[in-house]
């Protein structure tokens, strides 16, 4: 049976939850998925949406997903394809859905004139590394990546 790439709907939005929290288990961190199924059909399926998912299928069983979305380059001056999340279900690695998922990504990314695909991978996820470097995928080691949440995010915003 052959894998099918198709732009998930509202009807989707508990399947990315349980593919979110199963991607959270996998990489310890279960207790940061804050949302539900009501928050994800609210942020991804909104008119003004600024992120997009896919599902990977194979006879209609779904077998992961991606969320992506666009940013820009300055040094550019084109927009690139962030990559949030990508998530292949255990049983269903090997089988060529990361890569169909990550090709149809790379689709994307060209038919919109994005000058680069980018996606974080955790440090120790050795398997996803190989797999990334694999389709020529680099590190950026040079760029760390900084982050405000909860109480420092609002403490900024709030600073006169």
């Known amino acids: 049976m052959p894998l099918t ?3 998930a709907t509202r009807a989707d939005a508990a399947l990315i939850l349980r593919f979110i929290t199963e991607l959270a288990i996998y990489e ?19 008119d003004d949406a600024s992120a997009s998912a896919l599902i990977c299928e194979r006879d209609g069983q779904p077998l992961g997903y991606a969320v992506y979305f666009f940013n820009y380059s300055t040094w550019l001056g084109r927009n690139g394809l962030y990559l949030e999340d990508l998530y292949v279900t255990p049983e269903a690695r090997g089988t060529g859905a990361g890569k169909a998922l990550l090709k ?11 000058g680069r695909f980018e996606w974080s991978v955790l440090d120790w996820n050795e398997p996803a590394i190989q797999f990334y470097e694999s389709l020529g995928a680099k590190p950026q080691e040079e760029w760390t990546t900084y982050r405000l949440t909860g109480a420092a995010l609002n403490a900024l915003a709030e600073q006169p």
Do not use: N, W, Y
């Open 5 to 7: 790439i198709r732009p």
């Open 28 to 46: 310890r961190a279960e207790h940061e998925v804050k949302t539900d199924a009501a928050g994800i059909e609210a942020s991804l399926f909104a």
């Open 104 to 114: 149809h990504l790379a689709q994307i990314a060209v038919s919109h004139g994005c």
